[in-house]
């Protein structure tokens, strides 16, 4: 997914907390923890295969911390939210560290080896996913959230 969709997909997750009566300060980690694990795109290239998009790194990492601080917890729902949003259109890998397979990947089948972005935009599935969740984004902040 593109990074858009992974904030939109926090967004909608903070406002689910927030009609839920979870404290904003406490529920803003979500929006945080969706776009987290693609910050390990900066330091390369085919960041899908990094220990970031692994979920037993974020799980072992942030589990523990979760049950002394409850900021963790908000900040772990949204890093899952995420990687099962790139099980989509990639794949994760799921079993790492016991595999390094990517998991999932409806774009991954296509074999495409070059100019990634322009064969995901000609996707119809990936584009309307992308604006479900950028309208959902936009409706759940416009409805939900107080100004």
Request: hydrophobic share 80%.
């Given at each position: 997914m593109l990074p858009s969709a992974h904030f939109a997909s926090g967004v909608?997750?903070?406002t689910i907390a927030h009609v839920l009566g979870v404290n904003p300060l406490l529920a803003l980690p979500i929006v945080i923890g969706a776009v987290l694990p693609d910050f390990d795109y900066l330091i390369g290239r085919m960041h899908r295969t990094k220990i970031t998009h692994a979920p037993a790194f974020w799980f072992l990492s942030l589990t523990p911390l979760a049950i002394l601080f409850p900021y963790f917890l908000f900040l772990e729902i949204g890093v899952f939210a995420h990687l099962i949003l790139d099980t989509i259109d990639w794949g994760v890998m799921w079993l790492h560290p016991h595999k390094s397979n990517l998991y999932g990947g409806v774009m991954r089948r296509k074999n495409i080896s070059n100019n990634w972005t322009r064969h995901y935009l000609s996707h119809n599935g990936m584009i309307s996913l992308e604006l479900t969740f950028l309208?959902?984004?936009?409706?759940?902040?416009?409805?939900?959230?107080?100004?």
């Open positions: 909608v997750l903070f309208i959902a984004a936009l409706a759940a902040s416009y409805f939900f959230l107080p100004l």
